[in-house]
C-alpha cells in the first residue's frame, strides 16, 4: 500500500494520509494495520507517526472527500483512537486528494468540502498553492446551526471537578478548560513553562472528566488546557498532550499552534455566557466574533458566526485562516504491500505512481 506523508509548517511529525477504500472496514483489523504501518514507518525509516488520515472521494453530492482520523496512543497497549477530529490532518487529506486529482478544481466562491466521519462535522477548505507547499483556510460548517447549549456536554457551562471549576465545552473535539490563575499560573511565561507538577494536576482533572463524560480515562478525549487572559484581546492557552506522551510532556500538541478544531472549540467556549473561558475573554474586552489564542507553539485566530451569547443562541461557522501544509511525498508501506488496490476497484484512476516512492533505503529522519 502507498501512504502520503504531509505536514504542518510549524509541526515537524508528519500525518500519514492513506487510501480508505483499501483498508479493513472492521475496527479491530484496522487498528491493527494501522498500528503495523506505524510501527514499520518508526523501525525503517525513523518517522513518528501520531495521526493517520484515512480518504476517499465522498459518494455524497454535498461533499468533495470522505476523512476519517485516528490518533496514535502510546503506552503499555499502543492503539489508535478513532474519536474526535484534527483539522491539521483535515488539510493533509486534502492536500493529498488535490494531488491525486480527486477533487475538482478549486475557485473563488467554490471550497473544497471535506466530510469528518468520525464526528458528521461539515469542514469546507479553501487552498492557495498546488505546489508541495499550499496554504489554507478552514471552516467548519454546522448545518443545522449549532445551539450553544449543545456544545456544553453535561449541559451547565462551569462545574466542580476535583476542587477546580472547569468548564466543559465540545465544538467537535471535548476539552476541559480551567483557570490558569487557579494553578498558580498569573502570568503568560510561567503558565507557558509550567512543570511537571502542574501538568500532573492537568492529567488529574482530564481522568476525572473522562469518568464524568463516560469516556476512557486513557483515551485521547476530553483534551484539557489551561487559559490565562494576559493580553488585550487574547487568551494564552496551555494543551496537555494526550495520555502517554513523555514526562514532562513534549511532542505535536505543543510545537505547533492549536490545531483548528482545539481552537474552534475554546473560541466557542469563550463566547458561551458564564464559561471560565468566557470569563476570561470578557476580562480582556475580546469580540464575540473573534478570538486569538496564544499557545506555547504559536498563535491561531478564530472567527465565528454567532447569534449571541446566551445558551440558546447559534453558532453557524467557525474559520480559521493560514495554516501551511508541505507534501513530503509518497511512501510505500512494505507490510500493507497486500492492500493495493486495483484498477476495478477504485471509482477514479489512481494517480499514485506518478511520484517517486520513497523506501527505507531511500528516507530516514
Same mark, same amino acid.
Given at each position: 500500500?502507498?501512504?502520503?506523508?504531509?505536514?504542518?509548517?510549524?509541526?515537524?511529525?508528519?500525518?500519514?494520509?492513506?487510501?480508505?477504500?483499501?483498508?479493513?472496514?472492521?475496527?479491530?483489523?484496522?487498528?491493527?494495520?494501522?498500528?503495523?504501518?506505524?510501527?514499520?514507518?518508526?523501525?525503517?525509516?525513523?518517522?513518528?507517526?501520531?495521526?493517520?488520515?484515512?480518504?476517499?472521494?465522498?459518494?455524497?453530492?454535498?461533499?468533495?472527500?470522505?476523512?476519517?482520523?485516528?490518533?496514535?496512543?502510546? /503506552?503499555?497497549?499502543?492503539?489508535?483512537?478513532?474519536?474526535?477530529?484534527?483539522?491539521?490532518?483535515?488539510?493533509?487529506?486534502?492536500?493529498?486528494?488535490?494531488?491525486?486529482?480527486?477533487?475538482?478544481?478549486?475557485?473563488?466562491?467554490?471550497?473544497?468540502? +471535506?466530510?469528518?466521519?468520525?464526528?458528521?462535522?461539515?469542514?469546507?477548505?479553501?487552498?492557495?498553492?498546488?505546489?508541495?507547499?499550499?496554504?489554507?483556510?478552514?471552516?467548519?460548517?454546522?448545518?443545522?446551526?449549532?445551539?450553544?447549549?449543545?456544545?456544553?456536554?453535561?449541559?451547565?457551562?462551569?462545574?466542580?471537578?476535583?476542587?477546580?471549576?472547569?468548564?466543559?465545552?465540545?465544538?467537535?473535539?471535548?476539552?476541559?478548560?480551567?483557570?490558569?490563575?487557579?494553578?498558580?499560573?498569573?502570568?503568560?511565561?510561567?503558565?507557558?513553562?509550567?512543570?511537571?507538577?502542574?501538568?500532573?494536576?492537568?492529567?488529574?482533572?482530564?481522568?476525572?472528566?473522562?469518568?464524568?463524560?463516560?469516556?476512557?480515562?486513557?483515551?485521547?478525549?476530553?483534551?484539557?488546557?489551561?487559559?490565562?487572559?494576559?493580553?488585550?484581546?487574547?487568551?494564552?492557552?496551555?494543551?496537555?498532550?494526550?495520555?502517554?506522551?513523555?514526562?514532562?510532556?513534549? /511532542?505535536?500538541?505543543?510545537?505547533?499552534?492549536?490545531?483548528?478544531?482545539?481552537?474552534?472549540?475554546?473560541?466557542?467556549?469563550?463566547?458561551?455566557? /458564564?464559561?471560565?473561558?468566557?470569563?476570561?475573554?470578557?476580562?480582556?474586552?475580546?469580540?464575540?466574533?473573534?478570538?486569538?489564542?496564544?499557545?506555547?507553539?504559536?498563535?491561531?485566530? +478564530?472567527?465565528?458566526?454567532?447569534?449571541?451569547?446566551?445558551?440558546?443562541?447559534?453558532?453557524?461557522?467557525?474559520?480559521?485562516?493560514?495554516?501551511?501544509?508541505?507534501?513530503?511525498?509518497?511512501?510505500?508501506?512494505?507490510?500493507?504491500?497486500?492492500?493495493?488496490?486495483?484498477?476495478?476497484?477504485?471509482?477514479?484512476?489512481?494517480?499514485?505512481?506518478?511520484?517517486?516512492?520513497?523506501?527505507?533505503?531511500?528516507?530516514?529522519?
Amino acid at each position: 500500500m502507498i501512504g502520503h506523508l504531509c505536514h504542518t509548517a510549524e509541526k515537524g511529525d508528519p500525518t500519514l494520509v492513506l487510501d480508505r477504500r483499501a483498508l479493513p472496514g472492521d475496527e479491530r483489523e484496522l487498528a491493527a494495520a494501522l498500528l503495523l504501518a506505524r510501527d514499520w514507518l518508526t523501525a525503517a525509516q525513523g518517522i513518528d507517526i501520531t495521526t493517520i488520515a484515512m480518504i476517499e472521494p465522498s459518494a455524497d453530492p454535498e461533499f468533495d472527500l470522505d476523512h476519517r482520523f485516528a490518533r496514535y496512543l502510546p /503506552g503499555s497497549s499502543p492503539r489508535f483512537a478513532l474519536r474526535g477530529s484534527c483539522g491539521h490532518a483535515i488539510l493533509c487529506s486534502v492536500a493529498v486528494a488535490q494531488r491525486l486529482a480527486w477533487l475538482p478544481r478549486h475557485t473563488a466562491g467554490r471550497p473544497l468540502r +471535506v466530510k469528518v466521519l468520525n464526528t458528521g462535522d461539515r469542514v469546507e477548505c479553501e487552498v492557495d498553492g498546488t505546489g508541495r507547499t499550499a496554504t489554507f483556510a478552514v471552516e467548519f460548517a454546522y448545518r443545522p446551526p449549532r445551539r450553544l447549549r449543545d456544545l456544553l456536554p453535561t449541559g451547565t457551562p462551569r462545574e466542580e471537578l476535583d476542587g477546580l471549576t472547569v468548564s466543559m465545552v465540545s465544538a467537535g473535539n471535548p476539552h476541559v478548560l480551567v483557570d490558569a490563575a487557579d494553578l498558580g499560573l498569573h502570568d503568560q511565561e510561567t503558565l507557558f513553562a509550567a512543570g511537571p507538577a502542574v501538568r500532573r494536576r492537568l492529567a488529574g482533572l482530564r481522568r476525572g472528566a473522562a469518568r464524568r463524560l463516560g469516556l476512557p480515562e486513557d483515551g485521547a478525549f476530553p483534551g484539557i488546557a489551561a487559559v490565562g487572559q494576559y493580553q488585550y484581546r487574547r487568551l494564552a492557552v496551555l494543551p496537555l498532550p494526550a495520555p502517554g506522551a513523555t514526562d514532562p510532556p513534549s /511532542g505535536p500538541d505543543e510545537s505547533a499552534p492549536l490545531a483548528p478544531a482545539d481552537a474552534i472549540t475554546v473560541a466557542a467556549a469563550a463566547v458561551i455566557e /458564564g464559561t471560565v473561558a468566557q470569563r476570561l475573554a470578557t476580562r480582556g474586552w475580546s469580540r464575540a466574533d473573534e478570538l486569538v489564542v496564544d499557545t506555547p507553539g504559536g498563535t491561531t485566530v +478564530v472567527r465565528l458566526a454567532v447569534s449571541g451569547t446566551t445558551a440558546d443562541d447559534t453558532l453557524t461557522r467557525a474559520r480559521v485562516r493560514r495554516r501551511t501544509i508541505r507534501y513530503a511525498g509518497p511512501v510505500l508501506l512494505e507490510p500493507l504491500r497486500g492492500l493495493m488496490l486495483t484498477p476495478q476497484d477504485a471509482p477514479r484512476p489512481l494517480a499514485l505512481r506518478r511520484h517517486p516512492v520513497m523506501h527505507a533505503s531511500a528516507h530516514s529522519r
